[in-house]
Nanobody
Framework: QVQLVESGGGLVQAGGSLRLSCAVSGSIFNIHTMAWYRQAPGKQRELAASISRDDMTAYAEFVKGRFTISRGNARNTVYLDMSELEPEDTAVYYC???????????????WGQGTLVTVSS
């Protein structure tokens, strides 16, 4: 099957930076869109940034130029570089991917387990 494993979360002071990583593994023929979502306590999950198969990127308004999404050279890894972090960025960050398996099956939504980012004031 398919697995997404995130890493890089942690505690950081306001104004600091973090890099989140997500590696996709499994019987994958192709990875289409990859993205990072976040869910703050008591709030709905929201899209932070996405990147298409041909590296077109899109960002939520709240990113305000502080976050950068990118893919690794192996194309099965996605990163989220976050800077100028604010306490309001505290959330569980989830990696997302849409993939086609070697079997030909299309999986429109595959999620990681989430990684916690805590920004202290």
């Amino acid at each position: 099957q398919v697995q997404l494993v995130e890493s890089g979360g942690g505690l950081v002071q306001a104004g600091g930076s973090l890099r989140l990583s997500c590696a996709v593994s499994g019987s994958i023929f192709n990875i289409h869109t990859m993205a990072w979502y976040r869910q703050a306590p008591g709030k709905q999950r929201e899209l932070a940034a996405s990147i298409s198969r041909d590296d077109m990127t899109a960002y939520a308004e709240f990113v305000k130029g502080r976050f950068t999404i990118s893919r690794g050279n192996a194309r099965n890894t996605v990163y989220l570089d976050m800077s100028e972090l604010e306490p309001e960025d505290t959330a569980v960050y989830y990696c997302f991917a849409s993939v086609t398996l070697n079997s030909g099956s299309y999986r429109p939504e595959v999620w990681g387990q989430g990684t916690l980012v805590t920004v202290s004031s």
